[in-house]
């Protein structure tokens, strides 16, 4: 997990509320990726972004909101549009962006809707 | 598109004993492949990649991975098993024609149970 911290480690959220994850790195890593993991399911992609106010969309972005106003960080909002949002969020990031590059992971933040 | 398939959910093994986690790949184009590891409520560690050159990759603790185009596989292996590699593994593509966007695409992931 080094370099990469996420908070809170468990977030509950009342139905029709937005809540906002915390991705910090202090790698100085430009790509940074959020991904979703459910089980049975693998990793879904969410958001990315190569570099600082850029971001790109991933495959089940909807219901989901970014930001890179920073290098070093990049929080991820599940707004109440997201219908299913119980789940097990991973931040990542990696050198630069291109898939040939590793990535790095942070311990995640399980997040369950009451 | 790129997809993964790691066709086993579950492998279980002895301790000391060889074990194989198998996983297939389907991408347009030249693939870069990942290996990770979960353990309980943690992130992904990565143990290993194959981006160009000798088929054999070596990585951490001990694991290996072997590049087979002409099966479109990149299986991990490890000689001798332990108790403390019990965790879920995860294979993972990129690249392609068009460099996957970037993206890596995951499998859905093989738990590893090695037993005394």
């Known amino acids: 997990d080094g370099g990469i911290t996420q908070s809170p480690k468990y977030l509950f959220r009342k139905e029709g509320q937005n809540v906002t994850l915390s991705c910090e790195q202090n790698l100085n890593h430009d790509a940074m990726y959020w991904y979703r993991q459910d089980p049975g399911q693998g990793l879904r992609l969410i958001y990315y972004?190569?570099?600082?106010?850029?971001?790109q969309k991933g495959d089940i972005a909807e219901g989901y909101s970014v930001s890179r106003e920073k290098k070093e960080s990049f929080p991820l909002t599940v707004t109440s549009a997201q219908k299913n949002p119980t789940a097990f969020y991973l931040c990542a990031s990696s050198i630069r962006g291109g898939s040939y590059n590793e990535q790095f992971f942070g311990p995640g933040t399980r997040l369950t809707v009451l | 598109a790129q997809s993964v398939a790691q066709p086993e959910d579950q492998v279980n093994v002895a301790e000391g004993n060889p074990l194989t986690v198998k996983c297939t790949y389907s991408?347009?184009?030249?693939?870069?492949l990942f290996w990770y590891v979960q353990y309980p409520n943690r992130g992904l560690q990565f143990l290993l990649k194959?981006?160009?050159?000798?088929?054999l990759v070596k990585g951490s603790y001990g694991f290996e991975a072997e590049f087979n185009k002409s099966q479109t596989s990149f299986h991990l292996k490890k000689p001798s098993a332990l108790v403390s590699d019990s965790a879920l593994y995860f294979c993972a593509v990129g690249g392609g024609l068009t460099g996957g966007g970037n993206k890596l695409t995951f499998g859905t992931g093989t738990q590893l149970k090695v037993e005394l």
């Open positions: 194959y981006i160009t050159g000798d088929n």
């Open positions: 972004s190569q570099i600082v106010n850029d971001f």
């Open positions: 991408v347009s184009g030249n693939p870069y």
